[in-house]
């Protein structure tokens, strides 16, 4: 995520450049043609280019709407997942032998505490086991993805073994979705508590209900990560695009027309500057829109407007330390060039 208020003027640069070039290049094109070697066909009256671009407008402004939506909801989750945890480590600490602070006590609370923190962790490393990113990222992402590598934090032994004894951690890692049996083992060990009278019932109720509402949470993730954005709505409003910025330069010599001059073409290219630079600034509007889109329809991934699991993850690990009362507290994620991770 983004962490900046304003997007560094760089990044605006570069990612302006890489769109903008390509047509500014066919503008330029079009204008040598058309001035040059005589291709009058070239011009194409504005008025319908101009209503195409009223229709991608909305398409694409459509397509946005949508992938913020998945932007939003994947925040909103991860938003249930601190609060559910700080509701958890509340009642462990509350009704696990209660009025009684034994080193019995706080050894059971630790173990369930750790191991909601060894779920968070799991469900954050699970849902960036798979990215759309490792499979041909752009030249920048990449380069991005290599020198941020040491801050994704997405080892499965590094963040999650720490919080579970050796026996817990190779019993989860051979499941095919080790978070959710992290959770069955919560409620195992609490109805194990409540057997031995450890626990009240009416409290071992109250507990499962924050399972529950964590496998709810877990669900919703997994329900966004392996649902991808229609696939119909991300590829036609790249090619609509596509298609209107392709005619874009070739409306613009209809409006500039007569502005140019055949007979003294060849004497000055200043002539083409207004036609190529209307082009280039309207393709880079709709091409900058769409792509705005496009990274933001995968809230769960490694991009630099994801979700930032990362900072939360170890918001939810300073939280519940504390309320356990252990001393080592975390430092909360630092951005890494503007970018939350």
Not at 303 to 323: C, G, H, K, T, Y
Request: glycine share 6%.
């Amino acid at each position: 995520m983004l962490k900046n208020r304003r997007l560094n003027r760089r990044t605006i640069l570069l990612w302006g450049l890489a769109s903008t070039a390509p047509s500014v290049l066919w503008a330029t094109v079009v204008y040598g043609l058309y001035a040059y070697a005589n291709f009058m066909f070239l011009r194409i009256p504005f008025l319908p280019i101009a209503t195409i671009g009223t229709a991608v407008a909305f398409y694409v402004g459509f397509k946005n709407n949508a992938a913020y939506e998945r932007f939003w909801e994947g925040r909103k989750i991860w938003g249930g997942v601190v609060n559910s945890s700080r509701a958890f480590a509340t009642g462990v600490m509350s009704y696990v032998d209660p009025g009684e602070q034994t080193p019995a006590t706080h050894a059971t609370q630790t173990v369930l505490i750790h191991r909601h923190l060894a779920w968070v962790n799991a469900l954050r490393v699970q849902l960036r086991k798979t990215s759309r990113f490792h499979n041909k990222p752009a030249r920048g992402t990449k380069r991005r993805l290599e020198q941020h590598a040491e801050h994704m934090r997405n080892d499965w032994d590094t963040e999650v073994a720490p919080f579970l004894s050796p026996e817990e951690f190779r019993e989860f890692s051979a499941k095919v979705n080790p978070a959710t049996h992290m959770v069955v083992r919560q409620g195992t060990q609490m109805a194990e508590l409540v057997h031995e009278g450890r626990l009240d019932m009416f409290r071992q109720l109250e507990l499962m209900s924050i399972l529950n509402e964590l496998y709810d949470l877990q669900g919703k993730c997994e329900r966004i990560k392996n649902t991808p954005f229609p696939r119909q709505y991300a590829e036609f409003s790249k090619i609509f695009t596509s298609v209107f910025v392709f005619l874009v330069p070739l409306g613009m010599l209809d409006v500039f027309a007569d502005w140019i001059d055949l007979a003294k073409a060849w004497e000055t290219w200043a002539l083409a500057l207004p036609m190529v630079a209307a082009s280039g600034l309207v393709c880079w509007v709709f091409k900058t829109m769409e792509g705005i889109g496009d990274s933001s329809e995968d809230p769960f991934e490694r991009s630099m407007n994801d979700v930032p699991m990362n900072a939360l993850a170890i918001a939810i690990e300073r939280d519940l330390r504390q309320i356990l009362g252990e001393t080592e507290i975390p430092e909360p994620e630092q951005a890494i060039d503007g970018i939350l991770y």
